[in-house]
């Protein structure tokens, strides 16, 4: 096997995925975005949007995965650990805690109205 | 219609008379029983074992019994020696009284043996048996430099001890030619021998003392041996053993053995009808005790036999069979133990042995032809003497060769063999690679991951990263925390107590009280799980979902590709035909892979998540309920057929196993918990692997606790023998209570209990003789749990707010199209996804 090209991860549109009522503080949801599957979180007061495919293992799972903070330099910053083996992933980065060369892809979200919003920046 | 009360006197108050005492009264209050002791010396018992320690500053209370004690509880003290006893007329002769008794009990224990050395009276010649004793001793040692023991055997060197903490030089003499002769062999002795004279004091063997030699004042100068050898000492302590007191009791006209001891059948009557002995003034079976243990054994038999004949007592009578002179005990900071056949006398018997001639260590078991353990010695290191004692009492055939009972365990806590142990075999990471890591700063196991990848892979060697670390550190020096992690300073065992006792409800209380951060996905699920051992709430209501791992959150286990697997309980193993059809038919409607497993149910694979609460409500219709086969919680209690069918089964394993799953089930504890119950010794429950087993008796259960299998298998511990099936609960629900209570995060019972210090001893102390004062706590504990205990699948399929957590997409009914089947064998299994990491990041073409 040779080196493969990073998996491409094509912009989604912005798209109303649910309500904010619709997640649990703390926890992940999993939305269905032009056939892209985007895990939602809402964690300390503010949504992050993930791709739902955890890299080291090829299954959708991280909108099932536990939440939380860590603390790198000082700066705290928040993180979702795979619910298969536990990798953690920076939640606003994208980037594997476990192997800075495995990432995530991230999107960009907006709570309007109730509502929460997800999609590529431009 | 007064009947007098029958009168019973005791001749003497030693330990054992003392706990007679106490026996007596649990069975027969002072209006059934009139009890009379009388105590010759002018204290009353003590604790003559630590007799030493009287020299301690400061100087503790060794008395077991109090003028103010006997008088509460009824008991007469008569102050004296008793001159006579005519078992005629029933009547003792002391301190100028008569006293008349119904029944009479000798407990007057022994005196030191003094050989008939020339020059054993002098001054500064002495005996180490009473507080008196002591203290003339101590008075003598003020002017004195050194000090000679006659005798190397345990209360010798006791004595030594003794003379030692006076600042005096300090000498032990033994006749045979190494220390413990009744207890070591010549290595264990040789092994001894080295610490003590590490300290300073001197040994000598193979001495026969011809004399005590005197000056002109009659003062002790030194000890003359056979072959004109010499030792300059200016005080003599003679401890060569003890002989029974039996005086007394041999000019009343009872029998005596040859060698002395008042001969005592299996109930402790000695040859007349009213009359019994116990401790070490009696012969059983041709046997003096030395110890205490049996002597207290025997005022446990006579004290019911004694009052079954005054008519005092409804109970079948006692019997005294004997004793196990199995001992662990420290001997001037030397741990010796000696159990079973230490020597190895048993015909065809092989001896393994191993000696580290610098750390003063020496090891031995004795093994039967057939691959028992029969016995065995334990010097300077006693940590595996229970494991070993039970390997030798309960007879278990070994199935490792029984070097590896005595080979001290590696660092690191994992169960290697290699001295460089291959600790991830994901990564191909060794230990040695793993301590370079930490000694080049690695401090968490984060960085131990990213250092060297270990417990990237599968992460099964995350504990043991974890065991090396704490290792490693505390070998560099430096401060190991135990903290759960960056959010919480303390450890599971600290953080449940502050819950508990500050009566939190919920994570947002725990965090803002006690956190800091958002929490993650350590500390999230530990809290998570006391909250639930604690209260007993739903672990899916909404206050509580979001701190639980998947498992837990969609109570079912998830698998490779993402769906779950789902496991309905099935107490005990027992099945109907009935309830194999519907889960046969569940399986079929939903396509799901079927397996049993080791614990005696059956697991039903691939269940799309979307699909959990429909297949939840057709198995809770035809019967079951959650397994809880996802929690860190009571998995199974497997069972054998037992009596029931089994032509070998002595008690009736699967009812006993039904009724424990259905107590236990629900439980929420540190990790999960696996139980057994076996309806005889032939084990096919496989109890001992198990966190707690069963094993049936012809009389009871026997108990056994902190067993594994797994990564580090490990044998269960005896617990408790024989008993029955209430009482077996009353103490499953302590030990598990105090467990979910005491435990690391993700600490099996196993290395809990290596862990507890005190081990097993200490665990019985605190859920038997409840020491701590903890019982009614646990038992209140447990008792909220099995009556707030209901079947979480049910809660879960109604409520339509919980049941909506269970859509794959929240905003399409589609499903997950990386989920793909295979066939294999007739049955679906996961594709294999493609593009799995570890991918080849580096080089290639």
């Known amino acids: 096997m040779t080196l493969t090209a990073p998996p491409t991860h094509p912009p989604i549109p912005w798209t109303r995925v649910c309500a904010l009522d619709d997640i649990l503080p703390g926890t992940g949801v999993c939305a269905l975005i032009g056939g892209q599957q985007v895990a939602v979180f809402r964690l300390g007061g503010r949504v992050y949007a993930t791709g739902n495919r955890d890299p080291y293992t090829g299954a959708n799972v991280l909108s099932r995965g536990l939440t939380g903070s860590y603390t790198v330099s000082g700066e705290t910053r928040v993180k979702v650990a795979s619910p298969l083996l536990k990798h953690a992933f920076d939640l606003e980065s994208g980037l594997s805690l476990d192997d800075p060369r495995l990432s995530v892809p991230v999107y960009a979200t907006r709570t309007e109205g109730g509502d929460v919003w997800t999609g590529s920046l431009a | ?845």
């Open chain 2, 1 to 845: 219609m007064s009947t007098p009360i029958p009168h019973l006197v005791i001749v003497g108050n030693g330990m054992v008379g003392h706990r007679l005492t106490e026996q007596l009264r649990q069975h027969a209050a002072p209006d059934a029983l009139r009890l009379t002791v009388i105590s010759e010396e002018s204290r009353l018992a003590y604790d003559r074992v630590h007799l030493s320690s009287h020299l301690d500053d400061p100087r503790p209370d060794l008395s077991l019994a109090t003028d103010a004690g006997y008088r509460d509880s009824g008991v007469t003290v008569v102050q004296g020696r008793a001159d006579a006893v005519d078992l005629t007329a029933k009547t003792v002769q002391v301190a100028g009284q008569t006293l008349a008794y119904d029944a009479l009990v000798f407990a007057t224990g022994s005196f030191p043996f003094v050989p008939p050395v020339p020059g054993r009276d002098a001054r500064g010649c002495f005996v180490y048996r009473t507080l008196d004793d002591l203290d003339a001793i101590r008075e003598a040692a003020r002017g004195a430099r050194s000090g000679a023991v006659i005798g190397g055997g345990l209360l010798g060197l006791e004595a030594a001890g003794a003379l030692r903490k006076l600042g005096l030089e300090t000498h032990v003499v033994e006749f045979a030619p190494h220390l413990m002769p009744a207890q070591l062999d010549a290595e264990g002795g040789a092994a001894l021998r080295h610490t003590i004279e590490g300290m300073g004091i001197a040994v000598h063997l193979s001495r026969n003392t011809r004399q005590v030699s005197v000056d002109a004042q009659g003062r002790v100068t030194g000890l003359d041996f056979e072959g004109g050898t010499r030792l300059d000492a200016d005080l003599v302590v003679f401890s060569a053993g003890i002989r029974p007191r039996d005086d007394l009791a041999r000019a009343a006209g009872l029998s005596v053995g040859e060698r002395g001891g008042i001969l005592i059948d299996d109930a402790c009557h000695t040859s007349d009808p009213h009359t019994y002995a116990v401790g070490e003034c009696a012969l059983h079976d041709g046997r003096v005790y030395g110890l205490v243990a049996p002597g207290y054994q025997m005022a446990k038999v006579a004290a019911v036999n004694v009052l079954r004949d005054l008519g005092v007592l409804d109970a079948p009578p006692a019997h005294f069979r004997g004793a196990d002179l199995s001992t662990k005990l420290k001997l001037l900071g030397v741990e010796v133990g000696s159990f079973g056949d230490a020597r190895g006398v048993t015909p065809g018997a092989r001896s393994v042995s191993l000696s580290d001639n610098v750390r003063g260590t020496y090891s031995k078991v004795v093994v039967s032809e057939d691959g028992r353990v029969l016995g065995g010695l334990l010097v300077g290191d006693t940590a595996r003497y229970a494991d070993l004692l039970d390997l030798t009492m309960t007879g278990t055939p070994l199935c490792v060769p029984p070097e590896t009972l005595i080979v001290p365990p590696l660092p690191g806590g994992a169960a290697t063999t290699s001295a460089d142990a291959l600790l991830c075999s994901c990564e191909n990471v060794r230990q040695s690679a793993l301590c370079a890591a930490i000694g080049e700063g690695a401090r968490d196991v984060a960085s131990l991951k990213k250092c060297t990848g270990a417990g990237t892979g599968c992460g099964g060697c995350v504990p043991s990263l974890h065991g090396l670390l704490q290792t490693e550190l505390r070998r560099l020096g430096e401060t190991v925390t135990n903290h759960l992690c960056e959010h919480y300073p303390y450890s599971r065992q600290e953080l449940f107590d502050v819950i508990r006792v500050r009566g939190h409800a919920t994570w947002d209380e725990v965090l803002a009280a006690h956190g800091s951060g958002l929490g993650c996905e350590i500390c999230k699920p530990a809290v998570g799980s006391i909250l639930a051992s604690l209260h007993g709430e739903l672990v899916v209501a909404p206050q509580h979902a979001p701190l639980q791992d998947t498992n837990d959150a969609f109570l079912a286990n998830i698998q490779k590709n993402g769906t779950y697997s789902v496991m309905p309980r099935v107490p005990g193993g027992e099945i109907t035909a009935e309830g194999l059809i519907a889960i046969g038919a569940v399986a079929k409607r939903y396509g799901l892979y079927c397996k049993i497993t080791g614990g005696q149910r059956i697991d039903l694979l691939g269940a799309h998540r979307d699909d959990l609460p429909a297949i939840w409500e057709e198995l809770i219709a035809a019967g079951f309920e959650s397994g809880h086969a996802y929690g860190k919680s009571l998995r199974t209690v497997k069972s054998c057929v037992g009596s029931t069918w089994c032509r070998y089964g002595v008690q009736d394993s699967t009812s006993l196993a039904v009724r424990l799953e259905l107590r236990y089930r629900g439980l929420r504890s540190p990790h999960k918990l696996k139980s057994g119950v076996s309806g005889c010794t032939r084990e096919c429950a496989e109890a001992r692997s198990k966190d707690f087993g069963i094993i049936a008796t012809e009389k009871g259960w026997n108990v056994y606790v902190g067993g594994n299998g797994g990564v580090t298998p490990k044998h269960a511990l005896l617990l408790a023998s024989d008993l029955s099936e209430d009482e077996v609960v009353t103490l499953l629900d302590r030990y598990l209570m105090f467990y979910v209570r005491t435990a690391d995060r993700l600490q099996r019972t196993s290395t809990w209990l290596e862990n507890l210090e005190g081990g097993l001893d200490y665990l019985c102390g605190v859920i038997i003789d409840d020491r701590l004062g903890l019982c009614a706590e646990l038992d209140g504990e447990m008792a909220r749990h099995v009556g707030t205990y209901r079947d979480e699948w049910a809660a879960a399929v109604n409520d339509p707010a919980i049941r909506a957590r269970f859509r794959t997409f929240v905003n399409s009914d589609a499903r997950d199209e990386g989920v793909q089947w295979v066939d294999e064998r007739g049955q679906i299994r996961p594709a294999d996804a493609p593009h799995l990491y570890p991918l080849p990041m580096l080089g290639g073409d």
